[in-house]
């Protein structure tokens, strides 16, 4: 399997100020993985590295082998780079159908397949973006992402103050996004346990590094890491972790 995304010892920040410190990573087509953290250790600052918005202090980034790392967010876009910022950026003055053939480019994802992926926008197709709910909202955001057939898709906390019943929805499409169709995908998310089962690998940051990486389904396991590194209470019921 051929490498996707790597970054060589990577610094960036905002400014003066530096919030990554010497990132290394790597990740495989069609490979999936989780971006965990406390608050401000550094995750969307990653995100916004590879989307491009930040100042590189230095190391350097490749996407399927080529050097992106001078190449602006818009080239890297065209380059493969899909991104669902926290903030969602949909066009709330078009209908969700016009928000997705805006930015449709070639390729396998098209406005009929997005549909198939969240009935709930093809129900509200010519409804304004203003019009639509929080979580409707966000899988717009999602498809409009793969509506520009990228190699790699980037989610800042696709889940975060959305409703119970809309978080099974999008946890189910993402679930189906990532291992039945093959998406690789960066998934930035507070709760561990919600993305650990739709991802091959993690990474917990801590202070802007790496403070641990290995396959999801061994982090899921780990409470003595998962209590150390992100807070995580042992589940109802359950005996406390030992440390070894």
């Known amino acids: 399997m051929s490498e996707l995304l790597a970054l060589d010892d990577v610094s960036a920040g905002y400014g003066e100020a530096l919030v990554l410190n010497h990132v290394s990573l790597s990740l495989d087509e069609g490979k999936s993985l989780a971006l965990l953290g406390r608050n401000g250790t550094g995750k969307t600052t990653l995100l916004n590295t ?20 001078n190449l602006r967010p818009d080239q890297r876009a065209e ?57 409707e909202q966000q ?50 998310e507070q709760s561990a346990r919600k993305i650990l089962p739709l991802t091959d690998r993690a990474i917990i940051l801590e202070r802007g590094a790496i403070a641990y990486a290995g396959d999801s389904s061994a982090l899921a396991g780990d409470q003595t890491t998962l209590h150390n590194l992100l807070g995580v209470a042992e589940r109802p019921g359950q005996k406390p972790a030992r440390a070894h």
């Open 50 to 69: 590879i989307v491009g918005l930040t100042r590189r202090r230095g190391g350097t980034l490749r996407l399927l082998g080529r050097d992106i790392t």
């Open 79 to 135: 380059a493969g780079v899909g991104w669902v910022p926290q903030e969602r950026n949909i066009f709330k003055s078009l209908t969700v159908d016009e928000n997705l053939t805006a930015v449709l480019r070639p390729g396998p994802w098209n406005v009929d397949r997005i549909y198939a992926m969240f009935p709930r926008l093809a129900e509200r197709k010519k409804n304004m973006g203003n019009q639509l709910s929080g979580g």
């Open 139 to 188: 899988m717009l955001a999602i498809g409009r992402a793969l509506a520009l057939n990228p190699r790699l898709l980037l989610l800042d906390e696709p889940l975060e103050g959305l409703a119970p019943i809309i978080v099974d929805e999008l946890l189910a499409a993402l679930g189906k996004l990532i291992r039945d169709e093959g998406m690789s995908a960066i998934l930035v």
